[in-house]
Every structure is written in C-alpha cells, then in structure tokens.
C-alpha cells in the first residue's frame, strides 16, 4: 500500500518530476572520436561517415576513454540549493516520500553530496554503443559566416535515441531493474526522452508505458512508432486513462497538453501501483548529474586539442543537456582554471529563465508533486506548440536555476523563426540536421559568431548539439514553406499563471 503522507492530491502523489588506437606509419592515431594528426584530419562520427576539420593534438596524447564517474556540481557549491518540499507540511522531502515513484538508488543520488559517483559497469556497457560522443569543430559554417571564432559542437545525436536522452534513460532503467521493478512510466514532449526510455526498457526487460504531449503526439508520428518498435505503450496527453487527463480535458477537450500536465498522469499511474515506478528526462539532480558524461568527454576532447572555451552555448528547456555539459566547465570555473562565459538559450514563448519568476513551485500542472524552488512559468502554464516540443517546460532545473541566481550562468530566449533560419545554414554548411530544440543554442552562436565578424574576435565557441532532426522534418517543411511565425508571449497569460504559485516563505 503507498503511503499517504505526501499526498497532496487525489489521486495521490509523490514527486515529479570505444575507441581503438592504430600506430602504424602513415595510419590515423584516433583519440576517441578526434584522430591524432596535425594537419588535415577527419573526425569520425558514430554513425561512420566523415567530417575534415583542423586540429593539434600532441603526439603523446591518450585515448578519450568513456567516464567511469558522473559529476556532482553541488558538491562544489559553497551555496547548497533549496531542498523540495512536503506541500503540505513546508518541511523538506525525506527520503521515504519519494519511495513510491523512484528506486532507493536514484533517490540517494538525488540528495547526495558526494562530488562523482561511480557508473555501474552494466550502464557503461550500453554506453559503448554511442560513447564516447565527438566533438567535432564546424569549419564550414565558419566560412559560410566569415567569422574569426572558432565554433565547436559536442554532438550527441550518434546514439540509438538520437538525443543526448538516453545517458540519463539507461541508468535510471537500470537501477529500476536491479530493484526487481517491472514497468516504468514517464512524460515526453518531442518524444525524444519516451523513445531513450523505451529503448533503455527493451534492453533490460522492462515495461515502458509514456504520456506524449499532444500537440508533439500529432506533429511527430514517428517519434511514437519509435517507441512503439521498442515496446512502448504510448498515450496522447491529456487522456483519459488518469484523473488528471480527465480533468483537463473536461475544461478544454482541445487541450494541446503540456510537459506539466504529462507529468501529472504519468505521476498518477505511479504513485497508484506497487510495481510500477515513474522516470523523468530532465529537471531532477540525477537527470542532470547522469548527463555529464557529455562535459566530462568534452573537457578531455578540448584538452587534447588544445582549445578552451570563451563561451558554451546549450538549449534549455528542463536543464538536462545544458546541465550535461556544462557542469564540469562550471567546476573548472569554480577553480579558477577557466573562465568561459556560459549562455542557456530558450524559446521566446517559453523562458522560464529569462521571464519566470524564482520561486517554489510544483512540478506538474494539477500540483500533485512537492514544491521546487526554481525559475517558473506557473505551473498551470501551457505554452503555444512551438516546434521544440522538448523545449515547453514550464520551470527550469532546480539546480540551474540555483546556479543562474548564483550568477555561474546567462540566460537569453530566441524565437524560432531565427532558430530554423540558423538551423538551415547549419545543415546546408556542416551537413547535420538538427533536432528542434538545439537549433537555439545554433541561432545563439551565430549571432555570437557574426559579432566576432564585426570586432575581430578569435573566440572559442562550444555549443551542445543534442540531437538530429530526423523525425522533425515536419517542422522543416514548415519553415520552408513560409508557414512558421514567432509566438508572441502573452503578459497577461503568464500573470494568470504567476499568480495561481503556492506562497511560501523560502
């Protein structure tokens, strides 16, 4: 029976949210992902085709090896973040409240302050797969834009999902198995964490049951027949399996859902059975501490060739890949090794960093999950369906949001009409087809890149690429049809939402 001491609603509720090396004469040294060769090299990506670039690498250099650690930022914070709270109580969560949605593991590593923590060899397995991930410098959109910085992106689209997702899906699957778990449940928004989820759950054995925000349900079929192939039950969001859908739906039957209200009833269907437990894709401490494999690699990849960033670019919509990589930099900035400016980039009709106020918050829309201290919308915001689905999140991270207020970070929002132009001279220079959501951090860079053109700049650019577009091409045609406008953000709907936040004295 689950306990009832953290029900807030009813129904109840508990909490949201390799390389090889070759040294024969006149052969490629590779190191992980980047070749060992002063001049004209190649930088091999994992799906095996080729793209050049220019690079120095010592002749000493060691291979780039997958991490064996994930990274803990809090653990370097002189200011710990806010804990979550009962939303009843005002007390912090305990660990036994969030027993009903989450294995013992991934609740220590929620609330640890150990700096790294060991990856299960099972994970590191997997890993292999698509790890470790290039970094790949993008000389062509250089040259298309005249500039003199130096642009790096950390691609992650090489893995099964073809996203940055399943570094997080695969471990938090896996330490639901070693529980002897049987089903997991979860939100998606563009669908690339349901199809990380549910590829995760057919390697271990798992059922894997994923609520789809409507509006991404309808615009990305394939992201659905995805997870279907790998054994997903998938639902559109709001249905009307769960309370919280039914309640929705009762008071707007076209409701284009929201990640808030797929929360809800994944949530739901949790708290509600014993051998079912729920998965979230972003947000959370361990969600974000998983995906720093991607910084980890980087740090190493930057190293070997001899570069260090002046700025890091990533999207953000709950946190996860911008939190991946740039965590360990934050670290090195800590200690004074580098100094790189660090920028988030989010839509102009969903910034919750950049228009959202700092405060507790649920995490999903009917408020049946603890309050999180965090930049937020409200949490009964729904925002217009923008092409980035992954990017409609009504808050942000907690821990980014701790680390923003704290000043390691900057935060600006683009609309997606400039993010697609930038996807487009993207694609028709490096070859790549970006996912939606990273077509922010592209726009970011460009406009980074063309004021480098004006002073005369040499930077050294990394952005996160989190993933390809394959299935987005819909969004595509859009644009190029001339279809696409820029959603305005609506005051008015954003003050309606503000003022529905618990008040809490925090």
């Known amino acids: 029976m689950v306990s009832q001491s953290l029900f807030h609603a009813n129904p109840p509720s508990i909490f949201t949210s390799s390389s090889t090396i070759s040294s024969n004469k006149g052969e490629e040294l590779w190191l992980g992902c980047l070749p060992q060769k002063r001049k004209q090299m190649h930088i091999r990506l994992s799906s095996g085709y080729r793209v050049r670039a220019r ?113 997080t899906a695969v471990p938090q699957v896996y330490y639901n198995a070693q529980q002897g778990i049987k089903k997991v449940v979860t939100e998606t928004g563009a669908g690339q964490w349901g199809s990380s989820l549910a590829f995760a759950c057919s390697l271990f054995g798992l059922g894997c049951e994923v609520w789809q925000v409507r509006a991404s349900y309808d615009q990305k079929p394939y992201r659905k027949l995805m997870m279907q192939t790998w054994g997903a039950k998938v639902h559109p969001s709001p249905s009307d399996i769960t309370e919280a859908g039914r309640n929705i739906l009762q008071m707007d039957p076209s ?79 800590l200690s004074g090794k580098i100094n790189p400016v660090i920028r988030a980039v989010e839509p102009t009709a969903c910034p919750s960093l950049t228009k959202g106020v700092y405060a507790y918050d649920f995490g999903d829309t009917a408020g049946m999950t603890p309050l999180m201290k965090m930049h937020t919308l409200g949490h009964d915001f729904i925002p217009d369906p923008i092409h980035a689905g992954g990017l409609r999140y009504h808050g942000m991270a907690p821990l980014i949001s701790h680390v923003y207020e704290l000043g390691f970070m900057e935060a600006i929002s683009i609309p997606q009409t400039e993010c697609f132009q930038g996807a487009i001279q993207f694609a028709r220079s490096e070859g790549l087809i970006p996912a939606p959501e990273p077509t922010h951090a592209i726009a970011a860079t460009i406009r980074e890149a063309l004021r480098c053109r004006e002073t005369g700049e040499e930077k050294v650019i990394l952005m996160a690429m989190c993933g390809h577009g394959h299935f987005d091409l819909t969004s595509y045609e859009k644009y190029l049809q001339g279809n696409m406008v ?19 004295l925090a």
Not at 58 to 78: F, G, H, K, M, V
Not at 300 to 327: R, V, Y
Not at 487 to 504: D, H, M, N, T, W
């Open 486 to 504: 820029d959603l305005s953000f609506e005051e008015e709907k954003i003050k309606g939402s503000l003022a529905k936040i618990p008040q809490v």
């Open 55 to 167: 690079s120095h690498i010592a002749a000493n250099s060691t291979a780039i090896e997958i991490p064996r650690q994930w990274y803990n930022l809090i653990a370097d914070l002189s200011v710990k973040p806010p804990p979550p709270l009962h939303p009843k109580t005002f007390e912090p969560v305990k660990p036994e409240d969030l027993a009903p949605l989450f294995p013992d593991e991934l609740i220590k590593q929620e609330a640890t302050n150990e700096r790294f923590i060991d990856i299960p060899d099972e994970v590191l397995d997997v890993y292999k797969l698509w790890r470790p991930t290039p970094l790949i410098r993008a000389k062509r959109l250089e040259k298309l834009l005249d500039t003199p910085a130096r642009i790096y992106y950390k691609y992650e689209g090489g893995s099964p999902a073809g996203s940055h997702k399943p570094n």
């Open 255 to 333: 409701s284009p859902g929201s990640l808030g209200i797929a929360i809800s009833e994944a949530v739901e269907v949790a708290a509600t059975n014993e051998d079912t437990k729920y998965c979230l894709g972003s947000v959370l401490n361990h969600v974000l501490l998983h995906q720093t494999v991607i910084g980890e690699e980087c740090l190493k990849q930057m190293e070997a060739i001899g570069e260090t960033p002046d700025l890091i670019i990533g999207c953000t919509g709950g946190g996860s890949n911008f939190a991946g990589l740039s965590f360990p930099f934050i670290r090195e900035k």
